[in-house]
């Protein structure tokens, strides 16, 4: 199976669900229903590290690729989710390039970063031997640097030109509340489209993966057009809950 991050790199565009509930057989479920990645969020959703490592391995029996967000400031949690199988991780508020550093250090093996060794049954999911899942792993494990505050965005250069940082992945409602100053949540705004637009066109001119979370349908057409390769867009609760009202009128007589 073609890697996570060749397919990015090459300029497929993958639309990743998004798992909150901590029911691996949900996200299995998801990528059976046609996604091609799935996201178990850690950050926001009820994920914990018995839920992520279940879900690892059934993401890999579906045959879809497999992301995690983790909390804020949990780069130990990084290479974790990295060693249980993860193909992505996506770090929520790195503000600057210390930010930047510490994440990259927990993502990626030496000489790049400071990972520690025990990846086991993430080279028993991947079909590698150690040696292999070593020669690989700096380059084909995304370390995704979520740009959320005008501070992230003023230093972007900076955090993009961290070695071990692959790319960045926006969240456009923290960015609309943080750009307002606590004043509104308005993700799909002009002010935060244009600040989605500016990181786009930042991370593809230092050659990085660019991701985004789609509220909207129709947002993501929008993110492609913008530039971004990764759109994050279907959550499993709402999914549920809106397969099941749909249901439920279309049974009504």
Known sequence: MTSLAQRLRSGDKIVTAWSGLAVPIVAELLARGGYEAVTLDMQHGQHDMASVREGMASLTLAGAHRIVRIPVGGNAMASRVLDVGAEAVIAPMINNRADAEAFAAAMKFPPVGARSWGPHRAAMLAGKTSSDYLAGANDSLLSLAMIETPEAIAALEDILSVPGIDGVFVGPSDLSLTLSQGLSLDPGGE?????????????????????IFCLEPGKVQEAIGMGYSLMAFGSDAFLLMEASQAALKSSRV
């Open 191 to 211: 002010r935060t489209q244009k600040a989605a637009t500016d990181i786009a066109r930042r991370t593809l001119a230092a050659g990085k993966v660019a991701g």
